[in-house]
């Protein structure tokens, strides 16, 4: 008996020691498998000669010796001598760097920069990684792992690379009470109650995930703030995350609530023109910095779904906003002042940040980013870019993604962010005649900032694997690299990702990213075809519910978005209509207001089109819409029988949960084609063409379901 207890519990512990739960994201160092590559990166790497013993060096150092250790399954010694293929890490100072003539290439980079050389040195071939700073060999020392995770050839490297943004940061949405605000990935991951004393594990590999891809800032706190996190005993608590995020070149923010002098210091206002409110800021910040001496600063939603602000005493965003900014200024400070603003008197919630920023431009100090979100609205699987880009030409407007998936499947979906990210970046918007990319309005070289930045609202939870849906690490993955290089492709990303997540198979790689880059088309059509916006469930947003019309404020319904009627469906953004259009450039404008030349993927973001209209195709806007609906459901149904066929690349337990999701998404995409076009199909009066698959149930059905529990919401 004690026999079988025994091998039943080795075969336990040993199931246990080889399940696959994803908690290592895209940093496994798993042992190259290909035997040539593996003699050859051997030969090629033989000694690490390492300079500087500062927390930022050391980590790299750790991160080193740990990844070359499990790629190449050995031991790879340090050594103060240099000999063909020693890794020579240090920063420029450093003696051995300052040998090696690598002035030229040093000047090319920024301070958070790093260079990547294959050089001779004393007939000796060897590899170094250095930077103008200790974070640049950190970052350097990163990317040459991911080089040999990714299986890429050393032998002659010449890699010169500095961000292109300034900050790079995840915005958590995360409450004090470790619920996490549009959450899908389990509790948050800071755990107050235990901070400051105890360490979990997960901050470091948390701090190390970010690193690895450049992100150097966090805001750990919920833009629906409480005051709270600005007391003593919760700022000790932020200061023991600081000192763990600090070696890795991550800054730490806070959400700064407005209302916080009233809350917490019971006076009577917050007007932020108020000497005594300005002074308590200033005191407070004092006292931030006594404990946190590299605080990042703080972000602010203000005046914005019932947040308290500067309106609330007749000042503006930018008065608000430069009272915490001259606060925070004496210390290197900055305040990431959010656009997202919108309230139910306007006759178009597209229009409102616009309206009430752009007028700002030029108000606000030297040490304030507006921050805006990708679109005019919400997070919506498409959007236009929002028209503050390229509007505020004197303001440094940083972007805000949403990592998490709020509108886009939450945690069930597999949806991958880059094109998504990458369909605002590469908008034109024609501020400065064409080539005027958004991307070059946040990175600063359309209007000459230097203070840049773009932050990721953060899909972290403490999900075992992080990120709750295996795919939705990806997007981690993806803002960190995006908000490093802008430039590089969401093909790219998506197959270092795959490389250092799944396989290096050239098969699986194909197989994976043709996954990934198709999910984004794929949900648009089964969600949100044509420029349909916001038609999700009232609350939690998962789910369709075109039909919505019960809220209080019209803004908050999906007939708000919609505007079905018998003549037709969208919401007219033409002069004829709200007149939105009119705060883009004349160039993009042109490509919108003509309904006749408008893509079709922004229609009816832009016009109130007839059923009948004719679409490029040549199918009428009805028929159209039933075929983008049913082929978002067949996409799902591509995607499954991809994912099927590469069953034996992956490892059983991602394989059986992603495969799991899949069906969820497949049983989703059908619930959101159906219900839409039984709804639609009230005004239309028209049939689904016989060829596609006719709804099983009554739109009824689909009235009648509820979802009880949508987590995060
Ligand atoms: C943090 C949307 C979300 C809210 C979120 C808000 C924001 O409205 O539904 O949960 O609040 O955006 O970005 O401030």
Same mark, same amino acid.
């Given at each position: 008996?004690?026999?079988?207890?025994?091998?039943?519990?080795?075969?336990?512990?040993?199931?246990?020691?080889?399940?696959?739960?994803?908690?290592?994201?895209?940093?496994?160092?798993?042992?190259?498998?290909?035997?040539?590559?593996?003699?050859?990166?051997?030969?090629?790497?033989?000694?690490?000669?390492?300079?500087?013993?500062?927390?930022? %060096?050391?980590?790299?150092?750790? $991160?080193?010796?740990?990844?070359?250790?499990?790629?190449?399954?050995?031991?790879?010694?340090?050594?103060?001598?240099?000999?063909?293929?020693?890794?020579?890490?240090?920063?420029?100072?450093?003696?051995?760097?300052?040998?090696?003539?690598?002035?030229?290439?040093?000047?090319?980079?920024?301070?958070?920069?790093?260079?990547?050389?294959?050089?001779?040195?004393?007939?000796?071939?060897?590899?170094?990684?250095?930077?103008?700073?200790?974070?640049?060999?950190?970052?350097?020392?990163?990317?040459?792992?991911?080089?040999?995770?990714?299986?890429?050839?050393?032998?002659? %490297?010449?890699?010169?690379?500095?961000?292109?943004? =300034?900050?790079?940061?995840?915005?958590?949405?995360?409450?004090?009470?470790?619920?996490?605000?549009?959450?899908?990935?389990?509790?948050?991951?800071?755990?107050?109650?235990?901070?400051?004393?105890?360490?979990?594990?997960?901050?470091?590999?948390?701090?190390?995930?970010?690193?690895?891809?450049?992100?150097?800032?966090?805001?750990?706190?919920?833009?629906?703030?409480?005051?709270?996190?600005?007391?003593?005993?919760?700022?000790?608590?932020?200061?023991?995350?600081?000192?763990?995020?600090?070696?890795?070149?991550?800054?730490?923010?806070? /959400?700064?609530?407005?209302?916080?002098?009233?809350?917490?210091?019971?006076?009577?206002?917050?007007?932020?023109?108020?000497?005594?409110?300005?002074?308590?800021?200033? $005191?407070?910040?004092?006292?931030?910095?006594?404990?946190?001496?590299?605080?990042?600063?703080?972000?602010?939603?203000?005046?914005?779904?019932?947040?308290?602000?500067?309106?609330?005493?007749?000042?503006?965003?930018?008065?608000?906003?430069?009272?915490?900014?001259?606060?925070?200024?004496?210390?290197?400070?900055?305040?990431?002042?959010?656009?997202?603003?919108?309230?139910?008197?306007?006759?178009?919630?597209?229009?409102?940040?616009?309206?009430?920023?752009?007028?700002?431009?030029?108000?606000?100090?030297?040490?304030?980013?507006?921050?805006? =979100?990708?679109?005019?609205?919400?997070?919506?699987?498409?959007?236009?870019?929002?028209?503050?880009?390229?509007?505020?030409? =004197?303001?440094?407007?940083?972007?805000?993604?949403?990592?998490?998936?709020?509108?886009?499947?939450?945690?069930?979906?597999?949806?991958?962010?880059?094109?998504?990210?990458?369909?605002?970046?590469?908008?034109?918007?024609?501020?400065?005649?064409?080539?005027?990319?958004?991307?070059?309005?946040?990175?600063?070289?359309?209007?000459?900032?230097?203070?840049?930045?773009? #932050?990721?609202?953060?899909?972290?939870?403490?999900?075992?694997?992080?990120?709750?849906?295996?795919?939705?690490?990806?997007?981690?993955?993806? %803002?960190?690299?995006?908000?490093?290089?802008?430039?590089?492709?969401?093909?790219?990303?998506?197959?270092?990702?795959?490389?250092?997540?799944?396989?290096?198979?050239?098969?699986?790689?194909?197989?994976?990213?043709?996954?990934?880059?198709?999910?984004?088309?794929?949900?648009?059509?089964?969600?949100?075809?044509?420029?349909? /916006?916001?038609?999700?469930?009232?609350?939690?947003?998962?789910?369709?519910?075109?039909?919505?019309? /019960?809220?209080?404020?019209?803004?908050?319904?999906?007939?708000?978005?919609?505007? #079905?009627?018998?003549?037709?469906?969208?919401?007219?953004?033409?002069?004829?209509?709200?007149?939105?259009?009119?705060?883009?450039?004349?160039?993009?404008?042109?490509?919108?207001?003509?309904?006749?030349?408008?893509?079709?993927?922004?229609?009816?973001?832009?016009?109130?089109?007839?059923?009948?209209?004719?679409?490029?195709?040549?199918?009428?806007?009805?028929?159209?819409?039933?075929?983008?609906?049913?082929?978002?459901?067949?996409?799902?149904?591509?995607?499954?029988?991809?994912?099927?066929?590469?069953?034996?690349?992956?490892?059983?337990?991602?394989?059986?949960?992603?495969?799991?999701?899949?069906?969820?998404?497949?049983?989703?995409?059908?619930?959101?084609?159906?219900?839409?076009?039984?709804?639609?199909?009230?005004?239309?009066?028209?049939?689904?063409?016989?060829?596609?698959?006719?709804?099983?149930?009554?739109?009824?059905?689909?009235?009648?379901?509820?979802?009880?529990? #949508?987590?995060?919401?």
């Amino acid at each position: 008996m004690k026999k079988v207890v025994l091998i039943f519990t080795c075969f336990f512990v040993l199931i246990q020691l080889y399940a696959e739960d994803g908690y290592n994201l895209w940093l496994r160092y798993n042992p190259v498998e290909n035997k040539t590559l593996l003699t050859s990166y051997k030969q090629q790497i033989t000694g690490i000669h390492f300079s500087g013993s500062s927390p930022t %060096l050391l980590a790299a150092k750790e $991160e080193i010796l740990n990844g070359l250790n499990g790629l190449l399954q050995r031991k790879t010694p340090l050594t103060s001598l240099i000999s063909n293929g020693t890794v020579i890490i240090g920063n420029s100072s450093s003696a051995q760097i300052a040998k090696a003539g690598l002035q030229n290439e040093l000047k090319q980079i920024n301070q958070e920069g790093f260079i990547i050389v294959t050089k001779t040195i004393a007939g000796k071939k060897c590899i170094i990684i250095t930077g103008n700073s200790e974070v640049g060999v950190l970052y350097g020392s990163f990317h040459f792992l991911r080089l040999l995770q990714t299986h890429q050839p050393v032998n002659n %490297l010449r890699i010169i690379s500095s961000p292109k943004l =300034k900050l790079r940061l995840l915005n958590h949405w995360d409450n004090l009470n470790r619920t996490v605000e549009r959450g899908y990935a389990g509790f948050s991951i800071w755990n107050w109650h235990t901070l400051p004393n105890y360490i979990d594990k997960r901050y470091i590999d948390y701090a190390r995930a970010n690193a690895s891809v450049g992100i150097n800032g966090t805001v750990l706190t919920n833009v629906n703030a409480n005051a709270t996190i600005l007391t003593k005993t919760w700022l000790e608590k932020v200061k023991a995350l600081a000192d763990v995020f600090r070696p890795y070149g991550i800054k730490v923010y806070l /959400t700064a609530r407005f209302s916080a002098p009233i809350e917490l210091a019971r006076m009577k206002t917050a007007d932020p023109l108020n000497d005594s409110v300005r002074q308590w800021w200033v $005191e407070k910040v004092k006292e931030i910095y006594s404990i946190i001496p590299d605080f990042g600063g703080f972000l602010v939603k203000a005046n914005s779904e019932g947040q308290p602000g500067p309106q609330d005493y007749k000042r503006n965003h930018a008065d608000g906003a430069n009272m915490l900014a001259d606060a925070v200024a004496p210390y290197g400070g900055i305040v990431m002042w959010r656009a997202f603003v919108y309230n139910p008197e306007s006759n178009d919630r597209f229009k409102q940040a616009y309206e009430e920023f752009q007028p700002l431009d030029g108000k606000f100090r030297k040490n304030v980013m507006v921050q805006v =979100k990708n679109g005019p609205i919400d997070f919506q699987p498409r959007e236009p870019f929002s028209p503050l880009f390229g509007a505020m030409p =004197k303001t440094p407007l940083m972007m805000e993604f949403q990592l998490t998936q709020e509108y886009v499947g939450q945690g069930t979906h597999l949806f991958y962010e880059a094109p998504w990210f990458k369909e605002v970046l590469e908008a034109d918007t024609y501020t400065k005649g064409r080539g005027s990319m958004v991307a070059k309005v946040i990175d600063g070289t359309l209007d000459d900032h230097e203070l840049t930045g773009m #932050a990721g609202v953060s899909n972290i939870g403490n999900d075992i694997n992080w990120c709750g849906h295996p795919f939705a690490q990806a997007n981690w993955y993806a %803002l960190g690299r995006l908000s490093w290089d802008h430039e590089l492709s969401s093909a790219t990303i998506a197959t270092e990702w795959i490389r250092q997540t799944f396989s290096n198979d050239k098969k699986a790689v194909t197989g994976i990213q043709k996954i990934m880059l198709n999910s984004h088309e794929a949900l648009v059509n089964y969600m949100t075809p044509l420029g349909l /916006t916001h038609i999700m469930y009232n609350g939690h947003h998962y789910g369709p519910m075109p039909w919505g019309n /019960t809220l209080n404020r019209p803004d908050w319904n999906p007939v708000y978005y919609h505007r #079905a009627d018998s003549f037709g469906v969208g919401f007219d953004r033409t002069a004829k209509g709200t007149n939105a259009l009119a705060q883009y450039k004349p160039e993009v404008r042109k490509q919108f207001e003509d309904i006749n030349n408008c893509p079709d993927d922004y229609l009816l973001w832009f016009h109130h089109a007839s059923w009948n209209h004719t679409m490029k195709s040549g199918r009428s806007l009805w028929n159209e819409l039933c075929y983008r609906y049913n082929t978002g459901v067949d996409s799902v149904k591509s995607i499954i029988k991809q994912w099927n066929s590469l069953e034996k690349f992956i490892d059983k337990d991602r394989f059986v949960q992603v495969k799991q999701l899949l069906n969820i998404q497949l049983n989703d995409a059908v619930w959101w084609r159906n219900a839409c076009l039984l709804y639609f199909q009230t005004f239309s009066k028209m049939p689904i063409p016989a060829q596609y698959e006719q709804p099983d149930k009554t739109l009824e059905h689909y009235r009648s379901i509820r979802v009880l529990f #949508a987590p995060g919401n």
